[in-house]
């Protein structure tokens, strides 16, 4: 197999599966030197920038790099997908929602995930947790308009457990 | 603060103390985190940044810290001065010389905590622990974050959760670096078998100083990739399981060598340190090597009257910005050759090592 930069023969293969889609790069060892995929002795580790940068600039096998998506810029920022992927970096927080289909798909090959599960700042958590309350109680008034006990009697001790710990936090 | 104050001091990473000192020399956690309202660093205007550095100042002077976190202003700096903070690990080389505009960096006399503003992240919250102690750093920086969060609104997504400037520090924005001392498994040609090991799962080994750099001396750090998808503390147990193991074969390796060949190590050793005492040129890697031999040396109890924290003192003296420091002015590349020697001729000369 030949790279797909020069006529070298490829010793350096990378695949990656996103939803059912396999794609692989196939690259001859200086190549991928020069892409900065290989780090220099001794550290045995793929940059992984530099590894993202190229699966995200992928041209052929991908519907959405086409020019068009490419210029589409950040309202807040100014900041266009290309832009993206020549700096490495995003131009704004916004940015993670304007790019958010192509965002989904570095953040699954760079990590396996595309959902946070960590540490929340407090100041969201309030946030959330006033939303789920409001959302209790208009459950709780639906259940006891529809005569439905059990279930108010459920909402209840959900609102009231939350309220004891809203308190105490 | 004075800069020059920190000289004698070791910083509180370089101490030698803490839970499994014999390998592991420091344990450092960072955060990334960015203000909501304004681009991340790379598109702030100068005004900008200017703006977030005077709320990150005001956050940190009200900041609940049990030590005060003095903020200093990084382009109004000599270049020497950043050196000398990249040195002692708290700031990092693009902070120093790389990034420009408004930027800067907080941290206490103790040297266990900095905040980087206006870095590649507007935040870069760092706790720096001797020894392996990733829970207390988590503890502790987890902390210092909850105070900085009260004042200040942080870039935060309900799906991707704390927003940062590299999609690679998304989510938690944790990075958890253990640097660890491996000699033994360099000298029986099983590091690399060990590396390979550790990038099948997603961890990345670096260099003394980070990305890009090379490990001399010995010396790894141990870090976790992935910052999306896993709570902290399963980030944290899943490097503090890694590292035990590498503790595990570096130790096994050492009682090998031991046995198999202690003459030879002592031989090693006693020449390791008659170089450093006797060399009139010498340069940092050259230092860097020797005191690795003299570390191991040390944990083996091959010597006895070298204290481990003097390797880490000479280890931090002899660095280009230490040694010009100390000198008292600018150095050339060859005159910190020779200032370096004389440094380590005289250092070991007091601490009754040097051998005739």
Redesign the interface.
């Known amino acids: 197999m030949k790279c797909m930069f020069c006529d070298k023969p490829a010793t350096v293969h990378l695949t990656d599966i996103v939803n059912k889609q396999k794609r692989e790069a196939h690259l001859c060892e200086s190549c991928a030197r020069e892409k900065n995929l290989l ?2 002795e ?5 940059d ?2 530099a590894y ?1 940068q190229l699966m995200a600039g992928s041209p052929e096998q991908n519907p959405k790099k086409s020019a068009a998506w490419n210029d589409a810029a950040c309202p ?4 266009s997908y290309g832009g993206f992927k020549a ?7 916004k940015d ?2 304007v790019f958010s289909v192509a ?1 989904e798909q ?2 699954e090959r ?15 958590r309030r946030e ?1 947790a006033a939303t789920r309350f409001a959302e209790l109680r208009t459950e709780l008034t639906a259940a006891v308009e529809a005569e439905d006990y059990e279930q108010a009697a459920r909402l209840r001790d959900l609102i009231r457990t939350m309220e004891a710990e809203g308190r105490s936090g | 603060m004075n800069l020059d104050s920190l000289l004698p001091n070791l910083g509180e990473w370089l101490r030698g103390t803490g839970p499994e000192s014999d390998v592991v020399v420091s344990t450092r956690i960072r955060l990334a985190r ?1 203000l ?1 309202d ?3 660093t ?2 702030a205007s100068p005004a900008q940044k200017a703006d977030i550095v005077v709320r990150v100042k005001d956050a940190i002077a009200n900041a609940q810290w049990p030590h005060k976190l003095e903020y200093h202003d990084v382009p109004a700096m000599p270049a020497l001065d950043r050196q000398f903070l990249v040195e002692r690990q708290l700031i990092s080389r693009e902070l120093a010389a790389v990034l420009e505009g408004p930027r800067g960096v907080a941290f206490d006399a103790e040297e266990s905590a900095s905040i980087m503003v206006n870095e ?1 992240d507007h935040l870069r919250l760092q706790v720096l622990r001797s020894g392996f102690a990733l829970d207390d750093a988590w503890t502790d920086i ?1 902390k210092l ?2 105070t900085l ?2 004042r200040l ?11 940062t ?4 520090n ?3 924005g ?1 990075r958890a670096s253990v640097m660890l001392h491996l000699p033994a498994l360099g000298l029986t040609k099983q ?2 078998k060990v ?2 090991a550790l ?1 099948k799962i997603n961890l ?4 003394l100083h980070g990305e ?1 750099s ?2 001399f001396g010995d010396l790894y750090q141990i870090s976790n ?8 503390q399963k ?1 944290l147990n899943e490097i503090k399981e890694v590292i035990f193991t590498i503790l595990q074969y570096e130790r096994q390796a050492r009682t090998v060598l031991l046995k198999e060949r202690q003459q030879a190590e002592q031989d090693r050793v006693a020449r390791a340190l008659g170089t450093l005492g006797s060399a009139t040129m010498i340069t940092a890697e050259e230092t860097m090597e020797l005191l690795s031999v003299v570390r191991l040396g040390i944990h083996l109890r091959l010597i006895d009257d070298v204290p481990a924290t003097a390797v880490n003192q000479l280890f931090i003296q002899t660095q280009a910005a230490h040694l010009q420091k100390i000198v008292g002015h600018t150095l050339d590349g060859e005159e910190r050759n020779a200032a370096r020697a004389k440094y380590l001729k005289t250092r070991l000369r007091e601490l009754g090592t040097h051998r005739q």
Request: hydrophobic share 40%; charged share 20%; net charge negative.
């Open positions: 780090p220099d001794p550290g045995p580790v793929i992984l920038s993202l807040a920022c100014g900041m700096e490495g970096r995003f131009g704004c927080a993670y929602d965002v570095l953040l760079a990590h396996r995930a595309t959902a946070h599960v960590g540490k929340v700042p407090a100041a969201i959330i | 960015n909501a304004y681009p991340f790379g598109r590649e987890d974050d909850d969060e009260a609104p942080i870039a935060f997504h309900t799906q991707f959760g704390y927003l400037a590299c999609p690679t998304v989510g938690t944790l590091i690399d590396f390979r990038q990345a080994v670096r260099g890009g090379r490990a990739q992935v910052t999306l998808g896993k709570t902290e980030i």
